[in-house]
């Protein structure tokens, strides 16, 4: 099967927000490469390690490629994507070049060549991340989520992802029904079981995400514990909710923040008394509008964590 390659060169600093929308607009699959360049500040804190750099990019600039089926029309993409560069333009974002190229790929060698670029990486204090390919071994209390994100990817290094995973390494899970909107490739129902949640809900829109997230819940011998289900949000439990449904400790959201402000209240209503929504895909421009649309919903916010330009919000309900 043939897809259609979109790319566009430009700077770390609107990487984010180029590849969330490139999702937005139905894409099968996102990667970014970097500036290889060993110059750069590098977060080292847990051990993480880089290899030598594959590219010749500046510093600073990056190349995002986006993947699409062939009935998709190449030309209404390439124009959604200029008008969206011009709104970021108009926030004071650095797009660089934003110099923009479509090819068509065969599938095999999307989906195969960026393996060589994910490699076990420590993402929290237990949480490490390991590709089913690469072998590791665990020191004592490391919890290892096997993971082989496919088509949905989400390796769990961008910022979105390992600020759920840290905020969900302080919420105590331990023996708590979870559930994880928009779980991608299921890392964060997996990363939930490996720190002792009693039970995973995981739900995605994407048929492939959810193909692949049963998938990796395999790998990881998680099949008992995590239930995956297509759902548009929480309308598979709202379908099927009585009044004795068990409800749960924690709900789960890497997604953006425009779809968080949609379905507040109905996290609210399947969350226990006390229980947290850990909302993430915030970007600091919108974090605003979602603690006040969270305490309009009588949350309590208990912590906020920031990562380059991306925020994770705790909240509880009170």
């Known amino acids: 099967m043939n897809w259609y390659e979109l790319s566009i060169y430009t700077t770390e600093e609107a990487s984010d927000q180029i590849s969330n929308f490139f999702h937005e607009i139905g894409a099968g699959g996102v990667s970014i490469e970097e500036s290889g360049s060993l110059n750069k500040e590098r977060d080292t804190s847990l051990g993480q390690w880089y290899e030598k750099p594959l590219n010749n990019f500046p510093e600073g600039d990056a190349e995002i490629k986006a993947y699409f089926s062939q009935d998709v029309e190449m030309d209404e993409l390439k124009e959604s994507l200029s008008i969206f560069l011009n709104n970021l333009k108009k926030l004071n974002i650095n797009v660089g070049k934003a110099d923009i190229n479509s090819k068509v790929v065969n599938e095999e060698d999307w989906a195969n060549a960026w393996k060589q670029y994910f490699k076990p990486v420590r993402i929290t204090e237990r949480i490490t991340i390991k590709p089913t390919w690469e072998n590791y071994e665990a020191s004592d209390n490391e919890a290892i989520v096997e993971l082989d994100p496919g088509m949905a990817f989400g390796t769990g290094t961008h910022a979105t992802t390992a600020l759920c995973l840290k905020a969900l390494e302080k919420a105590q899970i331990e023996g708590k029904n979870v559930i994880d909107v928009g779980t991608g490739s299921g890392i964060l129902s997996i990363a939930a079981m490996k720190l002792g949640a009693n039970h995973v809900l995981a739900l995605d829109l994407d048929p492939v995400a ?101 925020v994770v919000i705790t909240a509880q309900k009170s």
Request: proline share 0%; aromatic share 4%; hydrophobic share 45%.
């Open 210 to 310: 959810v193909s692949s997230a049963k998938e990796n819940v395999r790998i990881n011998d998680l099949t008992e514990k995590i239930d995956v289900e297509l759902s548009d949000l929480l309308q598979v439990i709202q379908k099927n909710q009585t009044e004795q449904q068990t409800k749960v400790r924690v709900v789960v959201a890497n997604i953006l923040a425009e779809i968080i402000l949609t379905f507040i209240d109905d996290v609210y209503n399947v969350l226990e008394d006390g229980g947290l929504y850990i909302a993430s895909g915030i970007i600091k421009q919108k974090e605003a509008d979602v603690v006040q649309a969270l305490e309009k919903a009588h949350f309590k916010i208990l912590e906020r964590l920031e990562q380059e330009d991306w």
